[in-house]
């Protein structure tokens, strides 16, 4: 029930910094907890972020905790991954995916209702 698009992926050399964002259609996007995974070929897709409605409280992996900051402009629609100290294990397609409501699964893919269409990282050593 929600439309998700994307962007700001790309290619960029290890240590280096990113930022994508995932816009979301709606007037109740406020109501919907966001969260970020990313694959790679031949991979499961692995929980990387999430996010409360209200922004209040964030989640990461532990292999994203400290370099990666999660964060959301409701009144924009908008969700925010800002990736710094980038790595060559962080390179994947990044799928921003929107939840009705906040649970406690948040790392789970089946917790998400829509998904968007992904965009490549590249991160190159």
């Known amino acids: 029930q929600v439309q998700l698009v994307e962007s700001g992926g790309g290619l960029v050399q290890a240590g280096g910094s990113l930022r994508l964002s995932c816009a979301a259609s709606g007037r109740t996007f406020s109501s919907y907890a966001m969260g970020w995974f990313r694959q790679t070929p031949g991979k499961v897709r692995e929980f990387v972020a999430a996010?409360?409605?209200?922004?209040?409280?964030?989640y990461y992996s532990d292999s994203v905790k400290g370099r990666f900051t999660l964060s959301r402009d409701n009144d924009k629609n908008l969700v925010y991954l800002q990736m710094n100290s980038l790595k060559p294990e962080d390179t994947a397609v990044y799928y921003c995916a929107a939840s009705r409501y906040w649970r406690s699964s948040y790392r789970l893919e089946s917790t998400y209702e829509d998904w968007g269409q992904g965009t490549q990282v590249t991160v190159s050593s």
């Open positions: 996010i409360t409605g209200s922004g209040g409280m964030t």
